[in-house]
Structure formats: C-alpha cells, structure tokens
RNA sequence: GCGAUCAUAGCUCAGUUGGUUAGAGCGCCGGUUUGUGGUACCGGAGGUCGCGGGUUCGAACCCCGUUGAUCGCCCCA
C-alpha cells in the first residue's frame, strides 16, 4: 500500500490567505454592482448535457472540439462540465419559461472547466463572473452592461485597461465579411502562416488577430467589416457608441476583435490591459480580464424562438491578480491563556465577544510563557492576557488606545473570571 | 497539441569541476533571558534532494523517462 498523498489534479488551484482574500473582494465587488444595475442573481448547474454546449458554441470551435470535459454518466447519457456561462442561462431561459421576465438581467459566478495547458492566468478549473441581458434588442442593453462591467473594473481598482470594441453586424453583414477575407487571403494563402492556413478554413475572422510576422503584411489591406455593415448594423453600433460616450465609458475601435464562439453578432468587446501599463505586466499573455458580445443567434441553436441576447464574463483569478494581495482584517482580540486553569473562562469570553461581532482568537497552547508573544504576533488591535495573580485569575489588556471596544471586552473579562 | 525553463526541510533558497554524517534564514517545539512581555540567546524536531530507471567505485549534481509548476505559441476569461 502506497503512503503517497495524491496530488491535485493539474490546472487546479488551491486558494488560501491573501489571494483567497482578493478573490473574495473581486466577488463582493461583483455583488454589490450587479445590485446597483439590477442584475438578478441566478446560480447554475455546474454540468448539462453535452449537445447544450456542442449546439450552441458550435462543434468546429476548440473549446468544443477538445476542450471539454465530458463524461457518460450511469445512465449513458453525455454530460459536460460547464466551460462557460452562456449557453447554460440560455438554455434555462428556453426551459423554465423564463421568457415571461424578458428582457431579464442576470448574474452568476462560479467555477468553468477547460482542458487546456495550464498557465499564468489560465487553469483547467476557473472561475468567471458572469452578466447577461437576455430578450433586449436594443443597443441600450449593450450600453448598461458595459458600463457595469466598467464600473466593476473601476470599483476594483482597475484603472489600466481599455474596452476594445467591435461591431460584428448582423448575422447577412457577417457572412458576406466573412466570404470577402476568405477570397481575400486565400489568394495569398501560400504566404501565410500554417496557423493562419488553417484558421483560414476554420475561422477567417481569427486570421485577422494573428501575431504571426509572415501574416502581418497582409493584415491591414483585408477587407473590413464597416464596408459590408448593413444599414441597421450600423446605425446599432451607432447608437452603442454614442451611448458608452453619454454613459462616460471609454473605448477605443478595434476592428480586428473578432469573439471565437459562433453564436456572437453585433456587438464584441474586450477589456484589455494597456500595453505597457502594471496590469499588462502582471497578466502576462493571457491579456482580456473581461470579454463578451451579443449573441442573437444562440437560442436558435437551442431550439428557441429567435432571442436577442448580449453578455460578458470576466475570469476572476484574473482580476484577483489585478486587484493584488488584498489582507485579512485585522484581529480585534487576541487573548493569550497563561495558565491552563484559565482556558473554561477564555472560551467563555471569547464566546460572548464574538456574539458581540468582535473577532477573537484564543492562544492556549504551548509553552505557557510563549503565549502572549504568541498572541502579540497575530497583532490584535487589543491584547489580552489571562493569566494568575496569586491564585486569583485576573487579566490585562494592551492596546488600550483603541478605545471604542475597550468597555466592553473589559465588562467581558470580569464577568469571565468571576465566574 | 507544440517549444523552453525549473523541481533540495512547512516556506524562501544555498549546495563550487559528481567525493565523508545535505546547509542557512524564516516558521514550528522546548528552555533561558529581558523582572510585564511582539526582544535576544541556547537547544530540538523536521529532508530516501518530485517520482522511476540508467551511467559510475561513488549521483542533489551527468543521461533517459515520467509527473507537476512556470513562461511563450495556440486558444481564451
């Protein structure tokens, strides 16, 4: 029999201590905003069956073709980790009914799951904050959402990223783009990258983001989308602009931004860190903290009447290393047992402290003599000691500047050795 | 899926061209001291050097494999 421990699984993290901390704030933030926008909150099944994810992100894109962890659950059915929000919510907008609420604002976070190479940034189990608007056609729906997520960013601390913006048109603008960059590079085909070759059959829009030296030349004479926007995808890109610019959202065009998931049309946006700036440095390559775009085309695919529908999902451990280190707060009582005899009262006292919201931590352990330096080292703001004057339990408290506590933990303390 | 770097104590790391019982700081445990306290000092526990093979008289160090982490590509949040 093997004493070995087992280890994570790869991609997985553990989060404790100040990263934990930042997680939460990143959490909390989201909460209170999403208030604010009057987002309701909703929480999802972690896993659905396969075909809700294979149908609406599209069988071809990577994150379906060999990204997902699906399994054959007892019963043989073909289920599938969650690898992003969208096309769960969608499909419990198709199956509760929830069409009678439209256009319903929703929020939810929680953890996804890619089988990908793991890196800065980038793990097999994260964690994503999530808000959709959900039966709203008009671009004043894309406006509030970005400029929560906006405010999300600004509220976090996160001055130094950019909303990158684009405007896919309507699913006929986006086809006839679509045939122009194809007839377009394919007849430089030969000069082009292998990936860009292959992306080429796949994927024509994702040529046009290649970092690629050799695709580089060829990038900027490539037929672009406002040249194929219909008269209604243009006046709605249009009105998105005008009103990110009313609401006080900064963005810059973007017009190779393209979203890798099938089912976006019109709007596609991304907040990317600036180049240069701490929050690029402390991303590495894995750049978008926030990404998202109207997906008209997604409940179709589902099998539902046709929806409009625009959202965004930023990772949170991304954010989280934005945010920085954030600390736990600080200790308001510690209190340092300095005889054994003394333990029943200290758990007494911390008992009704905490019942007075006052955070304790009872050091009881150890050599006797150590204890208050113990109990020093966890830097409460008031430092009690409960130790034997004579054979009486008597107690001092340091820190006694701190004085908006001090009656009460005193009070505590009589009673507590009285006792 | 591809490429690169790395893996030594709980943590951060050192370990000189392969050569005795593998070290330090921090942390932890015990003691002394400072006669009232986050100090200083002494002592202690803790490692089959990621794992598995190989080369060698001898491997933490060289070679191969494997697992994981990190960085980049791809993809994405």
Excluded: C
Aim: charged residues 25%; without cysteine.
């Amino acid at each position: 029999m093997s004493k070995k421990t087992p280890q994570a699984i790869r991609g997985t993290q553990d989060i404790f201590g100040a990263e934990a901390e930042a997680f939460a704030f990143v959490v909390e933030t989201f909460e209170r905003v999403r208030r604010l926008y009057r987002f309701r909150r909703v929480e999802m099944p972690v896993f659905e069956k396969t075909e809700v994810f294979a149908r609406s992100l599209g069988e071809t894109t990577d994150v379906v073709s060999k990204e997902m962890y699906s399994f054959d659950d007892r019963g043989g059915e073909s289920l599938t980790l969650r690898p992003e929000f969208t096309a769960g919510i969608a499909r419990a907008f198709l199956t509760n009914g929830w069409q009678q609420y439209a256009p319903l604002k929703v929020a939810t976070h929680g953890p996804l799951f890619r089988y990908e190479r793991p890196q800065k940034g980038r793990y097999r189990q994260f964690h994503q904050i999530d808000a959709e608007v959900i039966g709203a056609a008009e671009p004043q729906a894309d406006v509030e959402l970005l400029a929560m997520a906006d405010q999300l960013l600004k509220e976090l601390g996160i001055e130094d990223v950019t909303l990158h913006l684009n405007t896919l048109g309507d699913g006929a603008s986006r086809e006839a783009w679509r045939a122009a960059l194809i007839e377009y590079f394919r007849a430089v085909k030969d000069q082009l990258s292998e990936e860009s070759q292959e992306r080429l059959e796949k994927n024509p829009l994702r040529v046009l983001d290649s970092k690629d030296p050799r695709d580089k030349p060829f990038l900027a004479g490539a037929p672009k989308i406002d040249a194929f926007l219909s008269e209604e995808a243009s006046a709605f890109f249009a009105a998105v602009t005008s009103g990110l610019d009313a609401a006080g959202v900064k963005w810059v065009r973007a017009e190779s931004l393209v979203r890798g998931l099938d089912y976006y049309r019109h709007t596609a946006f991304e907040f990317i860190p600036d180049g240069g700036s701490a929050s690029a440095a402390a991303l590495g390559s894995q750049s978008t903290v926030l990404g998202g775009g109207r997906y008209d085309g997604l409940m179709e695919s589902l099998g539902g009447a046709p929806t409009p529908a625009v959202g965004w999902a930023a990772g949170i451990e991304r954010l989280a290393m934005l945010v920085g280190a954030r600390e736990e707060e600080r200790l308001k009582v510690g209190i340092a047992v300095e005889h054994d005899d003394l333990v029943t009262a200290a758990t007494w006292a911390a008992s009704e402290l905490r019942s007075q919201r006052l955070s304790v931590e009872i050091v009881a352990n150890g050599s006797m003599k150590k204890r208050f330096d113990k109990a020093a080292k966890l830097n409460p703001l008031y430092l009690v000691s409960l130790h034997l004057d004579g054979e009486a339990p008597s107690f001092t408290i340091k820190n006694p500047e701190h004085s908006d506590a001090y009656a009460t933990i005193k009070a505590v303390l009589v009673n507590a050795i009285a006792r």
